[in-house]
T-cell receptor
Framework: DGGITQSPKYLFRKEGQNVTLSCEQN?????MYWYRQDPGQGLRLIYY???????QKGDIAEGYSVSREKKESFPLTVTSAQKNPTAFYLC????????????FGEGSRLTVL | GQSLEQPSEVTAVEGAIVQINCTYQ??????LSWYQQHDGGAPTFLSY????GLEETGRFSSFLSRSDSYGYLLLQELQMKDSASYFC???????????FGAGTTVTVRA
């Protein structure tokens, strides 16, 4: 079955540590996205990528980094520079030209201890 | 950029009809999307309006009026499983970013 796989589902990190969240899709989608969601709030865009080897900052990119070396993969690194990293992180993808529908992974919940 | 506003909460009884409004400010966009998210889960796509007018998908309908910078999601024959958060979203012409509203929490009571 086609879809988006995020891992890990739950992650605990000590302050000062970097952590990388994995996002893999087998939908053959060109575009991929990372969103952050805080309790009771909407989705805020961190980074997005329209094609391989290219990505753009979203609205809250500070303290995060990404890479897009393969079409299927779009990992997100939460660095120690991110002041408040505890959140629910969602990866999504869609096909080029499809402007309406995003497919989301199940999310990764990061807690900083 | 894009700015979208939705009511924060709506409560209704089973079988009722709920309308969730979304007003937006944007420099230009392709269309208005709606997503449903159950607590702790991933958002799932509900509908997309590229053109003005009403789109119907089963018990859910969505409407867009570009001249009024306004859209809504209509939930009919409410069921307990419809208790969730609902988000509107738009994709801008210039940057392809999909921007979301803050979401509306719908609570369905027996």
């Amino acid at each position: 079955d086609g879809g988006i796989t995020q891992s890990p589902k739950y992650l605990f990190r000590k302050e000062g540590q970097n952590v990388t969240l994995s996002c893999e899709q087998n939908l053959n989608h060109d575009a991929m996205y990372w969103y952050r969601q805080d309790p009771g709030q909407g989705l805020r865009l961190i980074y997005y990528s329209q094609i391989v080897n290219d990505f753009q900052k979203g609205d809250i990119a500070e303290g995060y980094s990404v890479s897009r070396e393969k079409k299927e993969s779009f990992p997100l690194t939460v660095t120690s520079a991110q002041k408040n990293p505890t959140a629910f992180y969602l990866c999504a993808s869609n096909a080029q030209g499809n402007t309406g529908e995003l497919f989301f992974g199940e999310g990764s919940r990061l807690t900083v201890l | 950029g894009q700015s979208l506003e939705q009511p924060s909460e709506v409560t209704a009884v089973e079988g009722a009809i709920v309308q969730i409004n979304c007003t937006y400010q944007t420099s230009g966009f392709y269309g208005l999307s709606w997503y449903q998210q159950h607590d702790g889960g991933a958002p799932t796509f509900l509908s997309y309006n590229a053109l003005d007018g009403l789109e119907e998908t089963g018990r859910f309908s969505s409407f867009l009026s570009r001249s009024d910078s306004y859209g809504y999601l209509l939930l009919q024959e409410l069921q307990m499983k419809d208790s969730a958060s609902y988000f509107c979203a738009v994709r801008g012409y210039n940057d392809y970013k999909l921007s979301f509203g803050a979401g509306t929490t719908v609570t369905v009571r027996a």
